[in-house]
């Protein structure tokens, strides 16, 4: 129901960064192997959703201030962010690109079994796919693409990421939607406001 107050969080899961370097890599080599690969560094590196990935046109990849980015990417609800692309998921997307000679258009195409890229482009369902196959091959069950969308976030957070810059990131316009993907909850034990401390005035002599 439209305007009515969501009580508790949606259940995810969430990647560590182990299973998450295993899943990555876990594809190479041939040249399917590389467009899996780089999906799936997309994926985890760069927090996109699954239609956001299937779309992805290879004219948005740009540099912006000396760093490779994903250019006025348009999301859900229309709203427009520029994503900031690891080196590590740069270099995936290199291996891609240059295999399957993709210099525009959309970035992502199907294959056929001896090899050849053809087509302008793939369908929500194959990310789909592709995640669950490459899961149940490292032994993940249950993770969906967005799984991976929680993972980027929660990674990027428990590598001292400021929330505000992750809200950016992933393109929210409620920080509180970004809490909910992190699976945040208060430090009581460890509070943020015990870093910093307001030294006392000392006064002088009269």
């Not at 990674?155 to 992190?182: A, K, N, P």
Request: aromatic fraction near 6%; proline fraction near 3%; charge should be positive.
């Amino acid at each position: 129901m439209k305007g009515a107050k969501q009580l508790g969080h949606r259940s995810g899961n969430w990647l560590s960064l182990e299973q998450s370097s295993c899943l990555v890599n876990c594809a190479s080599g041939e040249r399917l192997q590389r467009r899996d690969c780089a999906m799936l560094a997309i994926l985890v590196g760069c927090g996109l959703r699954r239609a956001e990935l299937a779309n992805l046109p290879f004219e948005k990849i740009q540099i912006r201030q000396g760093h490779w980015v994903i250019v006025d990417l348009i999301g859900k609800g229309g709203h427009v962010r520029t994503i900031p692309i690891p080196h590590w998921v740069k270099d995936k997307l290199d291996h891609w690109t240059s295999a399957a000679e993709i210099n525009g258009g959309r970035v992502f195409r199907a294959i056929r079994k001896n090899g050849a890229v053809w087509g302008d482009g793939i369908g929500e369902n194959v990310v789909w796919h592709l995640v669950n196959r490459y899961c149940c091959s490292v032994g993940l069950e249950h993770v969906a693409p967005h799984d991976l969308r929680r993972t980027c976030a929660k990674l990027c957070h428990t590598s001292g990421g400021e929330l505000e810059q992750i809200q950016f990131l992933l393109g929210h316009v409620s920080v509180q939607t970004t809490e909910r993907y992190l699976g945040c909850k208060q430090n009581l034990s460890h509070p943020v406001n015990d870093r910093f401390e307001i030294a006392p005035v000392i006064a002088g002599p009269d």
